[in-house]
Nanobody, 118 residues
């Protein structure tokens, strides 16, 4: 199973970006999907979660600004980020719970950099 993340970049404060993360390989089913982020010198933090059924949850710092969604047919998770702030600058990582015919485990994407200028 491989995860391919994309959509990061440089944006001014107040702008928007949309991240995508697609899982591929011999996938039997996909359960919960997550976005994390890690700023320099800080621990990785959970930003948003979407369950298989579509229930979402967010870190307090992004509520009302970020929206997580998924396309089950494409095994893809998205993160729409609006009203971006300089403190949102970080490497963003997708994390997906995947079941194959052999096991169930969590997989990480390679990270995509988001930089918000003031």
């Amino acid at each position: 199973v491989q995860l391919q993340a994309s959509g990061g970049g440089l944006v001014q404060a107040g702008g928007s970006l949309r991240l995508s993360c697609a899982a591929s390989g011999r996938i039997f089913s996909v359960d919960a999907m997550y976005w994390y982020r890690q700023a320099p010198g800080k621990q990785r933090e959970l930003v948003a979660t979407v369950t298989r059924g579509g229930t979402t949850s967010y870190a307090d710092s992004v509520k009302g600004r970020f929206t997580i969604s998924r396309d089950n047919a494409k095994n893809t998770v998205y993160l729409q980020m609006n009203s971006l702030k300089p403190e949102d600058t970080a490497a963003y990582y997708c994390n997906i719970d995947v079941a194959t015919l052999y096991d169930s485990r969590s997989y990480w994407g390679q990270g995509t950099q988001v930089t918000v200028s003031s």
